[in-house]
């Protein structure tokens, strides 16, 4: 462990770094990167230090001073690795909101040694560690499907983040699993959340729900994602055509610039704010056959990767971690999360007063989904 236990955050004025920014700098000695945009609040305890962290010398030595590393400068898919990479140089603990299945594997290729947590954010994230909470309730699970709903309108880097996941392998649009077998169904539906409001929503099979599967070996298993429509799609796919033929990011950067624009559009005059991760699920629990289901909503996605990310530093500060490449469901639970966040604004609802999440603030409620 090094002597100085800092903890440093990348891109702490985009939407996730300066709300982890905000929850840490309560419980630790923090150092804070930014670019071009100044932070719109500076806490007094914290070292903030403006930078390109394409600029090598000035990111090392950065990092250098750091027990802990949080990624949230630009797209993980990009530059991801890069930054991975010194934080291995430097002795530094690397943990990304993103980062996936794509950083672990160019990891191992390269590899790189050090300690890596990656999918510490909303989606993947919170969405895995409460899939897995709801399984571990039961002895044997028979289904396990959710969906993650957040209307805050994303960043160019988690849109950059989202295109090229696909090419990366995280996710496949229009698959499912069932009876043993990954099935393809491209039929849209509509789904009521919490709140009632119609979502049109289409299958996303992805490597986080993959990992469930392979877990707890679930009967049926489907990951949904909202619908994103034509014009997206069309945007989308002259992305990956535009990347495939150049292998040059900056082709992607301006197709998610224009993605980007399109949804502020679509948003303009509507209201509609928050983030919900709804998670349902079926299997034997105390030798009869149940469901159960957890809504947890909160008024931002940024918020939830927040707070997973908090949760992680929390815990790695407190038992430290032995070098590997890590999820955030391998090192913390979802109980962890709501423990480490009370009175945050991020509420919790259940179906099933059996799953004792173990707060107050916590809604029973009988056929939530």
């Known amino acids: 462990m090094k002597i100085n236990e800092e903890v440093g955050v990348l891109g702490c004025t985009g939407e996730i770094g300066k709300r982890i920014v905000e929850l840490l700098q309560k419980n630790y000695s923090v150092k804070a990167g930014f670019h071009k945009v100044n932070p719109d609040k500076m806490w007094s305890s914290v070292e903030y230090s403006q930078f390109d962290i394409h600029d090598r010398k000035r990111l090392t030595f950065f990092i250098q001073e750091c027990y802990i590393v949080i990624n949230c400068a630009g797209a993980s898919f990009i530059d991801g690795m890069y930054v991975a990479q010194i934080c291995s140089d430097t002795g530094a603990i690397y943990i990304d909101p993103f980062g996936a299945n794509y950083l672990e594997q160019e990891i191992r290729k390269a590899n790189v040694p050090g300690t890596f ?20 309730s039961y002895e044997s699970v028979n289904s396990i499907s959710g969906i993650c709903i957040d209307r805050q309108i994303p960043g160019v880097n988690g849109i950059i983040d989202f295109i090229i996941s696909g090419l990366k392998g995280f996710g496949e649009t229009s698959y499912y699993y069932y009876a043993g077998n990954k099935k393809y169904d491209d039929k849209q539906e509509n789904f009521r959340d919490y709140d009632g409001k119609e979502v049109e929503i289409q299958k996303y099979f992805t490597t986080e729900i993959a990992d469930v599967i392979n877990k707890f ?3 049926k298993a489907i990951w949904y994602t909202p619908a994103l429509g034509r014009e997206i799609t069309e945007i989308m796919q002259k992305a990956v055509v535009g990347y495939i033929q150049t292998e040059q990011y900056i082709s992607i950067f301006t197709y998610a610039q224009k993605i980007q624009k399109l949804i502020e559009e679509k948003s303009r005059g509507e209201c509609e704010t928050g983030c919900e991760i709804n998670i349902w699920s079926s299997g034997l629990s105390g030798g009869k056959q149940r469901e159960r289901s957890i809504v947890i909503k909160s008024s931002f996605g ?3 990767t927040a707070a997973v990310l908090d949760t992680v530093t929390a815990k790695i500060m407190e038992k430290g971690l032995t070098p590997g490449i890590y999820y955030a469901t391998d090192i913390i639970s979802m109980l962890d999360v709501i423990k480490q966040n009370v009175n945050r604004e991020i509420n919790y609802y259940c179906n099933d007063e059996s799953i004792n999440i173990g707060t107050e603030g916590i809604v029973y409620e009988e056929g939530i989904l």
């Open 117 to 136: 947590i990656l999918s510490c954010g909303c989606f993947p994230g919170f969405t895995g560690l409460a899939m897995k909470y709801l399984c571990d």
């Open 302 to 304: 940024s918020s939830l």
């Open 217 to 219: 070996s679930p009967r």
